[in-house]
């Protein structure tokens, strides 16, 4: 079972400063997204226009946060051509955006010679770093946390060299 929203929020509620988030993984099966990937590859797209239909306690918090001035980046290092999850995901990526959340795209090809640790992160306020923990088929099993200050620098190192090359959502497209 995934670590409860409610858990997470407690979590990103205590930041001051930032929260960044690397993804590296081509799929993710998040069972929460099940219905809404269906739906999506049967050919359904959110529509921009229509709030109500797509805000979610996620982007509640998302919202709550980067309000009191918290910083929340994500990037995603992602292979190409991407994945039908990836387009999947790209295609709802917009709601983030919304949020207050900043979005950067990297093609794996140019994430070669950047040292990443080797499972995706969740990095508070530089020094608490939560890994999030999933099987080959994308299923989250555990997360696993630390506050070693070696592990953070690593982190916040590979989240910066990243960031700096990824591309930014609104410029990123997907086929």
């Known amino acids: 079972m995934a670590q409860s929203l409610s858990n997470f929020a407690d979590l990103i509620r205590s930041v001051e400063h930032s929260a960044v988030h690397l993804e590296t993984r081509d799929i993710y099966a998040v069972p929460d997204e099940d219905e809404g990937f269906a739906a999506w590859q049967q050919g359904h797209r959110l529509d921009p226009d229509d709030r109500e239909s797509w805000w979610r306690p996620w982007l509640d918090l998302v919202q709550e946060v980067t309000a009191k001035g918290v910083a929340v980046r994500r990037a995603r290092i992602v292979s190409e051509p991407v994945s039908e999850y990836i387009r999947y ?13 900043e979005i950067r795209w990297l093609p794996r090809r140019l994430a070669s010679d950047l040292a990443l640790p080797g499972n995706d992160f969740w990095l508070f306020d530089g020094n608490l770093v939560q890994f999030n923990i999933f099987d080959g088929d994308g299923r989250w099993v555990h997360t696993d946390q630390t506050d070693e200050p070696a592990v953070a620098r690593l982190c916040s190192r590979a989240f910066d060299a990243v960031w700096e090359r990824a591309i930014p959502h609104e410029k990123y497209t997907v086929n």
């Open 89 to 101: 995901e790209h295609s709802f990526t917009f709601t983030n955006v919304a949020a207050g959340e």
